[in-house]
Protein backbone atom coordinates (compact mmCIF):
# COMPACT_ATOMS: atom_id res chain seq x y z
CA UNK A 1 0.00 0.00 0.00
CA UNK A 2 0.67 3.47 -0.86
CA UNK A 3 -0.02 6.24 1.56
CA UNK A 4 -3.49 7.74 0.00
CA UNK A 5 -5.04 4.61 0.25
CA UNK A 6 -6.21 5.50 3.52
CA UNK A 7 -6.83 8.78 2.98
CA UNK A 8 -9.83 7.73 0.43
CA UNK A 9 -10.87 4.69 2.99
CA UNK A 10 -11.39 6.94 5.89
CA UNK A 11 -13.34 9.23 3.58
CA UNK A 12 -15.99 6.28 3.20
CA UNK A 13 -16.40 5.44 6.51
CA UNK A 14 -16.78 9.59 7.32
CA UNK A 15 -19.26 9.91 4.78
CA UNK A 16 -21.02 6.22 5.99
CA UNK A 17 -20.31 5.16 2.28
CA UNK A 18 -19.86 1.96 3.26
CA UNK A 19 -23.08 0.30 1.39
CA UNK A 20 -21.23 -1.27 -2.53
CA UNK A 21 -21.79 1.88 -4.63
CA UNK A 22 -20.56 5.23 -3.96
CA UNK A 23 -18.03 8.28 -4.72
CA UNK A 24 -15.05 6.26 -4.82
CA UNK A 25 -16.23 3.60 -7.23
CA UNK A 26 -16.96 6.14 -10.18
CA UNK A 27 -13.67 8.14 -8.64
CA UNK A 28 -11.75 4.71 -9.35
CA UNK A 29 -13.31 4.35 -12.57
CA UNK A 30 -12.33 7.41 -14.21
CA UNK A 31 -9.06 7.34 -12.55
CA UNK A 32 -8.57 3.91 -14.51
CA UNK A 33 -10.09 5.48 -17.53
CA UNK A 34 -7.79 8.41 -17.50
CA UNK A 35 -4.79 5.96 -17.50
CA UNK A 36 -6.16 4.01 -20.01
CA UNK A 37 -7.24 6.45 -22.80
CA UNK A 38 -10.18 9.10 -23.00
CA UNK A 39 -11.78 6.21 -25.78
CA UNK A 40 -12.08 3.20 -23.28
CA UNK A 41 -15.34 2.96 -21.25
CA UNK A 42 -14.76 1.37 -17.40
CA UNK A 43 -17.13 -0.79 -14.74
CA UNK A 44 -15.46 -1.74 -11.73
CA UNK A 45 -16.20 -5.36 -10.50
CA UNK A 46 -15.18 -7.46 -7.35
CA UNK A 47 -13.63 -9.62 -9.59
CA UNK A 48 -11.56 -10.37 -12.71
CA UNK A 49 -13.19 -13.66 -12.76
CA UNK A 50 -16.82 -11.87 -12.86
CA UNK A 51 -15.10 -9.39 -15.62
CA UNK A 52 -14.50 -12.35 -18.07
CA UNK A 53 -18.15 -13.96 -16.95
CA UNK A 54 -20.02 -11.18 -17.69
CA UNK A 55 -17.55 -10.45 -21.24
CA UNK A 56 -18.40 -13.54 -22.81
CA UNK A 57 -22.29 -13.43 -21.93
CA UNK A 58 -22.54 -9.66 -23.39
CA UNK A 59 -20.35 -11.17 -26.32
CA UNK A 60 -23.33 -13.36 -27.05
CA UNK A 61 -21.35 -16.31 -25.60
CA UNK A 62 -24.38 -18.64 -24.59
CA UNK A 63 -24.88 -22.71 -23.75
CA UNK A 64 -23.33 -25.15 -26.85
CA UNK A 65 -21.47 -22.11 -28.08
CA UNK A 66 -17.76 -22.92 -28.37
CA UNK A 67 -14.85 -21.11 -27.25
CA UNK A 68 -11.02 -20.27 -28.27
CA UNK A 69 -8.56 -19.71 -25.26
CA UNK A 70 -4.99 -19.26 -24.94
CA UNK A 71 -3.84 -22.84 -23.06
CA UNK A 72 -1.26 -20.97 -21.14
CA UNK A 73 -3.04 -18.77 -18.48
CA UNK A 74 -4.44 -19.18 -15.34
CA UNK A 75 -8.09 -20.88 -15.05
CA UNK A 76 -9.32 -17.85 -14.15
CA UNK A 77 -9.06 -16.97 -18.30
CA UNK A 78 -11.33 -20.46 -19.09
CA UNK A 79 -13.70 -21.28 -16.22
CA UNK A 80 -16.38 -18.67 -17.05
CA UNK A 81 -16.79 -20.05 -20.69
CA UNK A 82 -18.02 -23.02 -18.35
CA UNK A 83 -20.43 -20.93 -16.94
CA UNK A 84 -22.38 -20.11 -19.66
CA UNK A 85 -22.77 -23.93 -21.16
CA UNK A 86 -19.69 -23.33 -23.46
CA UNK A 87 -17.48 -25.00 -24.34
CA UNK A 88 -13.53 -23.90 -24.27
CA UNK A 89 -10.99 -25.08 -27.03
CA UNK A 90 -7.48 -24.76 -26.13
CA UNK A 91 -4.52 -22.94 -28.04
CA UNK A 92 -1.06 -23.09 -27.46
CA UNK A 93 1.55 -20.23 -27.58
CA UNK A 94 4.74 -19.12 -29.15
CA UNK A 95 7.75 -18.77 -27.90
CA UNK A 96 8.89 -14.80 -28.51
CA UNK A 97 5.98 -14.06 -25.91
CA UNK A 98 4.47 -16.90 -24.71
CA UNK A 99 0.98 -15.89 -25.93
CA UNK A 100 -1.57 -16.77 -28.17
CA UNK A 101 -0.17 -17.91 -31.51
CA UNK A 102 -1.84 -16.09 -34.05
CA UNK A 103 -1.00 -19.19 -36.47
CA UNK A 104 -2.10 -21.98 -34.07
CA UNK A 105 -4.97 -19.50 -33.44
CA UNK A 106 -6.40 -19.51 -37.29
CA UNK A 107 -5.33 -23.28 -37.58
CA UNK A 108 -7.95 -23.58 -35.24
CA UNK A 109 -10.61 -21.22 -36.35
CA UNK A 110 -10.31 -23.05 -39.77
CA UNK A 111 -10.83 -26.53 -38.12
CA UNK A 112 -13.99 -25.30 -36.15
CA UNK A 113 -15.65 -23.66 -38.65
CA UNK A 114 -15.16 -26.81 -41.11
CA UNK A 115 -16.01 -29.67 -39.18
CA UNK A 116 -17.71 -28.26 -36.22
CA UNK A 117 -19.15 -24.83 -35.27
CA UNK A 118 -17.89 -21.19 -35.64
CA UNK A 119 -16.40 -19.80 -31.61
CA UNK A 120 -17.87 -17.30 -30.47
CA UNK A 121 -14.88 -15.26 -29.19
CA UNK A 122 -11.79 -15.43 -28.52
CA UNK A 123 -9.96 -15.22 -25.24
CA UNK A 124 -6.50 -13.66 -25.70
CA UNK A 125 -4.47 -13.46 -22.42
CA UNK A 126 -0.82 -10.42 -22.01
CA UNK A 127 0.64 -13.32 -19.42
CA UNK A 128 2.95 -12.12 -16.39
CA UNK A 129 2.48 -8.84 -18.37
CA UNK A 130 4.02 -9.47 -21.73
CA UNK A 131 1.42 -8.15 -24.55
CA UNK A 132 0.32 -10.63 -26.81
CA UNK A 133 0.82 -10.28 -31.15
CA UNK A 134 -1.94 -7.74 -30.66
CA UNK A 135 -1.14 -6.70 -34.29
CA UNK A 136 -1.42 -10.69 -35.68
CA UNK A 137 -3.83 -12.06 -33.31
CA UNK A 138 -6.59 -8.89 -34.08
CA UNK A 139 -5.69 -9.35 -37.62
CA UNK A 140 -6.82 -13.07 -37.64
CA UNK A 141 -9.68 -12.43 -35.30
CA UNK A 142 -11.10 -10.12 -37.85
CA UNK A 143 -10.46 -12.30 -40.75
CA UNK A 144 -13.34 -14.13 -39.45
CA UNK A 145 -14.92 -11.65 -37.51
CA UNK A 146 -14.73 -13.13 -34.16
CA UNK A 147 -14.54 -10.89 -31.09
CA UNK A 148 -11.23 -10.61 -28.90
CA UNK A 149 -12.12 -11.13 -24.82
CA UNK A 150 -8.63 -9.26 -23.78
CA UNK A 151 -7.54 -10.64 -20.54
CA UNK A 152 -5.22 -8.04 -18.95
CA UNK A 153 -5.42 -9.16 -15.39
CA UNK A 154 -1.51 -9.11 -14.87
CA UNK A 155 -0.75 -6.98 -17.98
CA UNK A 156 -2.45 -2.97 -16.14
CA UNK A 157 0.85 -0.84 -16.99
CA UNK A 158 2.16 -2.62 -20.34
CA UNK A 159 1.55 -1.41 -23.74
CA UNK A 160 2.28 -2.59 -26.84
CA UNK A 161 3.23 0.43 -29.33
CA UNK A 162 2.53 2.76 -27.20
CA UNK A 163 -1.08 1.52 -26.71
CA UNK A 164 -2.23 0.19 -23.06
CA UNK A 165 -3.06 -3.16 -22.70
CA UNK A 166 -6.70 -3.57 -21.51
CA UNK A 167 -7.78 -1.22 -24.70
CA UNK A 168 -7.16 -3.88 -27.80
CA UNK A 169 -10.32 -5.86 -26.80
CA UNK A 170 -13.91 -5.73 -27.93
CA UNK A 171 -13.83 -6.43 -24.20
CA UNK A 172 -11.09 -6.23 -21.79
CA UNK A 173 -10.30 -7.54 -17.98
CA UNK A 174 -8.26 -6.03 -15.36
CA UNK A 175 -7.97 -7.67 -12.12
CA UNK A 176 -6.74 -5.97 -8.55
CA UNK A 177 -6.62 -9.58 -6.67
CA UNK A 178 -3.44 -9.33 -4.02
CA UNK A 179 -1.27 -10.99 -5.84
CA UNK A 180 -1.62 -8.56 -8.80
CA UNK A 181 0.50 -5.08 -10.15
CA UNK A 182 -1.78 -3.11 -7.73
CA UNK A 183 -4.57 -4.52 -5.67
CA UNK A 184 -7.54 -3.87 -3.49
CA UNK A 185 -7.54 -7.16 -1.65
CA UNK A 186 -9.92 -8.75 -4.27
CA UNK A 187 -11.41 -6.34 -7.33
CA UNK A 188 -11.33 -6.36 -11.36
CA UNK A 189 -12.50 -4.47 -13.75
CA UNK A 190 -14.26 -4.45 -17.64
CA UNK A 191 -13.33 -2.39 -20.30
CA UNK A 192 -14.65 -1.69 -23.44
CA UNK A 193 -14.18 1.09 -26.50
CA UNK A 194 -18.45 0.71 -26.57
CA UNK A 195 -20.19 2.25 -24.03
CA UNK A 196 -23.50 0.27 -24.46
CA UNK A 197 -21.11 -3.15 -23.41
CA UNK A 198 -20.00 -1.36 -20.20
CA UNK A 199 -23.33 -0.17 -19.14
CA UNK A 200 -24.74 -3.75 -20.07
CA UNK A 201 -22.27 -4.98 -17.61
CA UNK A 202 -23.15 -2.85 -15.14
CA UNK A 203 -26.59 -3.18 -15.01
CA UNK A 204 -25.78 -7.22 -14.80
CA UNK A 205 -23.12 -6.92 -12.23
CA UNK A 206 -26.23 -5.09 -9.95
CA UNK A 207 -28.88 -7.96 -10.04
CA UNK A 208 -30.32 -6.35 -13.69
CA UNK A 209 -32.70 -3.98 -12.06
CA UNK A 210 -34.47 -2.40 -14.21
CA UNK A 211 -35.29 0.80 -13.97
CA UNK A 212 -38.70 0.89 -11.84
CA UNK A 213 -40.00 1.95 -7.97
CA UNK A 214 -40.10 -1.86 -7.08
CA UNK A 215 -37.83 -4.58 -7.79
CA UNK A 216 -37.90 -5.54 -11.18
CA UNK A 217 -36.34 -7.84 -13.48
CA UNK A 218 -36.49 -8.77 -17.40
CA UNK A 219 -32.73 -10.27 -17.17
CA UNK A 220 -30.82 -12.77 -14.56
CA UNK A 221 -28.23 -10.78 -13.04
CA UNK A 222 -25.16 -10.87 -10.40
CA UNK A 223 -23.70 -9.65 -7.69
CA UNK A 224 -20.50 -8.36 -9.21
CA UNK A 225 -19.83 -4.93 -8.10
CA UNK A 226 -17.13 -3.33 -6.59
CA UNK A 227 -17.57 -1.75 -3.26
CA UNK A 228 -16.97 1.99 -2.32
CA UNK A 229 -14.55 0.95 0.38
CA UNK A 230 -12.18 -1.29 -2.06
CA UNK A 231 -12.80 1.64 -4.76
CA UNK A 232 -10.96 3.59 -1.76
CA UNK A 233 -8.15 1.31 -1.75
CA UNK A 234 -8.00 1.04 -5.84
CA UNK A 235 -7.84 4.94 -6.08
CA UNK A 236 -4.93 5.24 -3.86
CA UNK A 237 -3.16 2.51 -5.39
CA UNK A 238 -3.55 4.02 -8.91
CA UNK A 239 -1.58 6.58 -7.97
CA UNK A 240 1.62 4.81 -7.27
CA UNK A 241 0.94 2.10 -10.44
CA UNK A 242 3.93 3.48 -12.70
CA UNK A 243 5.82 3.32 -9.42
CA UNK A 244 4.56 -0.32 -8.87
CA UNK A 245 5.97 -1.07 -12.31
CA UNK A 246 9.35 0.60 -12.36
CA UNK A 247 10.09 -1.22 -9.67
CA UNK A 248 8.71 -4.64 -11.25
CA UNK A 249 10.80 -3.57 -14.29
CA UNK A 250 14.12 -2.83 -12.30
CA UNK A 251 13.95 -6.43 -10.55
CA UNK A 252 13.77 -8.11 -14.00
CA UNK A 253 16.73 -5.81 -14.93
CA UNK A 254 18.28 -7.37 -12.33
CA UNK A 255 17.93 -10.82 -12.69
CA UNK A 256 18.43 -10.32 -16.18
CA UNK A 257 22.07 -8.59 -15.90
CA UNK A 258 23.03 -11.14 -13.28
CA UNK A 259 21.59 -14.41 -14.90
CA UNK A 260 20.70 -13.86 -18.69
CA UNK A 261 23.12 -16.79 -20.39
CA UNK A 262 24.58 -18.15 -17.39
CA UNK A 263 24.92 -22.16 -17.19
CA UNK A 264 21.71 -22.18 -20.20
CA UNK A 265 19.51 -19.78 -18.37
CA UNK A 266 17.37 -17.34 -20.18
CA UNK A 267 14.72 -14.71 -19.95
CA UNK A 268 11.67 -13.90 -22.37
CA UNK A 269 13.12 -11.02 -23.97
CA UNK A 270 10.55 -7.58 -24.94
CA UNK A 271 10.18 -7.72 -28.96
CA UNK A 272 10.36 -4.25 -30.37
CA UNK A 273 7.08 -1.94 -29.72
CA UNK A 274 6.78 -4.37 -26.61
CA UNK A 275 6.58 -2.77 -22.94
CA UNK A 276 5.61 -5.61 -20.30
CA UNK A 277 4.92 -4.42 -16.46
CA UNK A 278 7.13 -7.12 -15.70
CA UNK A 279 4.82 -7.76 -13.26
CA UNK A 280 6.75 -11.52 -12.84
CA UNK A 281 10.09 -12.27 -13.38
CA UNK A 282 10.42 -15.36 -15.03
CA UNK A 283 13.27 -17.31 -16.16
CA UNK A 284 13.76 -20.82 -18.22
CA UNK A 285 16.30 -23.20 -17.07
CA UNK A 286 17.93 -26.32 -19.29
CA UNK A 287 15.27 -29.14 -18.31
CA UNK A 288 13.09 -29.80 -16.09
CA UNK A 289 15.69 -31.23 -13.79
CA UNK A 290 17.61 -28.59 -13.30
CA UNK A 291 14.38 -26.18 -12.76
CA UNK A 292 13.23 -28.28 -10.23
CA UNK A 293 16.69 -27.93 -8.48
CA UNK A 294 16.88 -24.36 -7.99
CA UNK A 295 13.25 -24.48 -7.35
CA UNK A 296 14.25 -26.31 -4.35
CA UNK A 297 17.65 -24.85 -3.29
CA UNK A 298 15.37 -21.62 -2.80
CA UNK A 299 12.43 -23.43 -1.23
CA UNK A 300 15.40 -24.40 1.52
CA UNK A 301 16.42 -21.15 1.97
CA UNK A 302 12.64 -20.20 2.81
CA UNK A 303 12.44 -18.83 -0.33
CA UNK A 304 9.07 -19.07 -2.87
CA UNK A 305 9.38 -19.52 -6.50
CA UNK A 306 7.34 -21.53 -8.53
CA UNK A 307 6.78 -23.22 -11.95
CA UNK A 308 5.19 -21.32 -14.84
CA UNK A 309 1.41 -21.63 -15.22
CA UNK A 310 0.18 -24.92 -16.08
CA UNK A 311 -1.61 -25.09 -19.48
CA UNK A 312 -5.16 -25.80 -19.59
CA UNK A 313 -5.12 -28.57 -21.98
CA UNK A 314 -3.00 -30.45 -19.33
CA UNK A 315 -5.28 -30.06 -16.04
CA UNK A 316 -7.27 -33.02 -15.39
CA UNK A 317 -10.08 -31.05 -15.80
CA UNK A 318 -10.33 -29.63 -18.72
CA UNK A 319 -8.42 -32.96 -20.48
CA UNK A 320 -11.21 -33.55 -22.76
CA UNK A 321 -11.94 -30.43 -24.35
CA UNK A 322 -10.22 -30.20 -27.91
CA UNK A 323 -6.93 -28.30 -28.04
CA UNK A 324 -4.36 -26.87 -30.88
CA UNK A 325 -0.82 -27.54 -29.97
CA UNK A 326 2.63 -27.41 -30.75
CA UNK A 327 4.45 -28.27 -27.43
CA UNK A 328 5.52 -24.86 -26.69
CA UNK A 329 3.48 -24.05 -23.59
CA UNK A 330 3.54 -27.65 -22.07
CA UNK A 331 7.56 -27.12 -22.58
CA UNK A 332 7.40 -23.27 -20.85
CA UNK A 333 5.52 -25.26 -17.98
CA UNK A 334 8.26 -27.97 -17.55
CA UNK A 335 11.65 -25.99 -17.60
CA UNK A 336 10.16 -22.59 -16.38
CA UNK A 337 10.07 -20.45 -13.24
CA UNK A 338 8.83 -17.40 -12.00
CA UNK A 339 11.70 -15.73 -9.49
CA UNK A 340 10.39 -13.45 -6.08
CA UNK A 341 9.30 -10.26 -7.72
CA UNK A 342 7.37 -8.45 -5.49
CA UNK A 343 7.89 -4.01 -5.55
CA UNK A 344 9.11 -4.36 -1.69
CA UNK A 345 11.89 -6.39 -2.40
CA UNK A 346 15.70 -5.08 -1.66
CA UNK A 347 19.03 -5.41 -3.71
CA UNK A 348 20.55 -7.71 -0.75
CA UNK A 349 17.50 -9.95 -1.26
CA UNK A 350 17.52 -10.46 -5.16
CA UNK A 351 21.49 -10.68 -4.13
CA UNK A 352 20.08 -14.02 -2.54
CA UNK A 353 18.09 -15.21 -4.94
CA UNK A 354 20.84 -14.82 -7.94
CA UNK A 355 23.42 -16.38 -5.51
CA UNK A 356 21.64 -19.02 -4.53
CA UNK A 357 20.52 -19.97 -8.61
CA UNK A 358 24.25 -19.66 -9.51
CA UNK A 359 24.96 -22.01 -6.61
CA UNK A 360 22.69 -24.82 -8.02
CA UNK A 361 23.12 -25.08 -11.57
CA UNK A 362 24.56 -28.26 -12.94
C1 LIG B 1 -5.73 -13.10 -11.71
C2 LIG B 1 -6.14 -13.50 -13.08
C3 LIG B 1 -7.48 -13.57 -13.47
C4 LIG B 1 -8.64 -13.44 -12.49
O1 LIG B 1 -8.70 -12.29 -11.77
P1 LIG B 1 -9.37 -12.32 -10.29
O2 LIG B 1 -9.50 -10.86 -9.97
O3 LIG B 1 -8.41 -13.02 -9.39
O4 LIG B 1 -10.68 -12.99 -10.40
C5 LIG B 1 -7.79 -13.85 -14.78
N1 LIG B 1 -6.83 -14.08 -15.69
C6 LIG B 1 -5.51 -14.05 -15.36
C7 LIG B 1 -4.51 -14.29 -16.43
C8 LIG B 1 -5.12 -13.78 -14.05
O5 LIG B 1 -3.83 -13.78 -13.72
Redesign the pocket.
Known amino acids: MGNAERVFVEEAFKTNWIAPLGPNVTGFENDIKSYLGEDVHIGALS ?4 A ?1 HLGLEILGVSPGDEVLCQSF ?2 S ?2 ANPIVYLGAKPIFIDSESNTWNLSPILLEKAIKDRIENYKKPKAIIA ?1 H ?1 YGMPYDTDAVHEVAQKYDIPILE ?1 S ?2 ALGSSYKGKKCGTFGAIG ?1 L ?3 G ?2 IITTS ?3 AITSPNKKYIEKAIHLATQARDAAPHYQHSNIGYNYRMSNVLAGIGRGQMQVLQDRVNTRRANHEFYLKNLDGFEGIDFLKEPKDYFSNRWLTCILTPSYEARETIRLALQNENIESRPLWKPMHLQPVFKSNPNYMDGTSEDLFLRGLCLPSGSNLSEIDLERVVGIIKNNLP
Not at 47 to 50: A, D, F, L, R, Y
Request: hydrophobic share 35%; no cysteine; net charge negative.
Open positions: SGTGITFASVLDAEISFNNKGGG
